[in-house]
């Protein structure tokens, strides 16, 4: 497990994320440089990443159940999303996160 911590003031706007990935597959790796870019671009110093590898800790994707990988969660703030794929879509991962919203401004 790796843990990417940024650090913010105490949990206010902190978006906590995980991401499941199986091993360092060129999918895996492209999600969580995709993801790292995105947090870097739009959260930044507001959030976590936590990298859950399912070769090295299989019994945690039954907590989130994760069918697919790599796949992201987003647990804090509610609502919990899940994101399947490298993530390479900006605007769905953003609109998937409640980053940004799917209504474009008037």
């Known amino acids: 497990m790796i843990s990417d911590q940024v650090n913010t003031e105490p949990n206010e706007g902190l978006w906590e994320l995980r991401l499941y990935i199986a091993g360092q597959t060129p999918r895996s790796v492209a ?8 947090c870097e671009e739009h959260l930044k110093g507001k959030y976590t990443i936590e990298v859950i590898d399912l070769l090295q800790q299989p019994q945690l994707a039954e907590g989130d159940q994760i069918l697919a990988i790599p796949t992201l969660v987003k647990k804090v703030p509610e609502p919990i999303r899940k994101i399947i794929g490298d993530l390479s879509n900006e605007e769905k991962v953003l609109v998937g996160l409640d980053i940004r919203s799917t209504t474009k401004p008037q």
Request: hydrophobic residues 40%; aromatic residues 12%.
């Open 31 to 38: 999600a969580l440089t995709n993801l790292k870019k995105y």
